[in-house]
């Protein structure tokens, strides 16, 4: 079966930065769309960013843009998020999570798997 695993959380200085990685298996991984999102306390799961099936393409939250960048490995089956000048409002759990197509997508519902999630803490 399809399997997202995330790993990188960790607590981090405002101003920091971490690296979020997604590692996948169970099908073809070069064939779908990706994305994270994230889910604060009390708060309804968000999207992050999107990426398309070559790479080629990216899409982000307007609270990530500039910030974030979402890449993909799909020798290695794995996409990562680079996050940098974090804030405290980027306090979350973080989702890895895969589209069954290649159309790159904001909307949660759109997506089929998803990881666990890894929790991401940023101090001020």
């Known amino acids: 079966q399809v399997q997202l695993v995330e790993s990188g959380g960790g607590l981090v200085q405002a101003g920091g930065s971490l690296r979020l990685s997604c590692a996948a298996s169970g099908r073809t991984f070069s064939d779908y769309a990706m994305g994270w999102f994230r889910q604060a306390p009390g708060k309804e799961r968000e999207f992050v960013a999107a990426?398309?099936?070559?790479?080629?393409?990216?899409y982000y939250s307007d609270s990530v843009k500039g910030r974030f960048t979402i890449t993909r490995d799909n020798a290695k089956n794995t996409v990562n998020l680079q996050m940098n000048s974090l804030k405290p409002e980027d306090t979350a759990v973080y989702y890895c999570a895969s589209k069954s197509s290649w159309i790159l997508s904001s909307l949660d519902y759109e997506y089929d798997y998803w990881g666990q999630g890894t929790q991401v803490t940023v101090s001020s």
């Open positions: 990426i398309s099936w070559s790479g080629g393409t990216t």
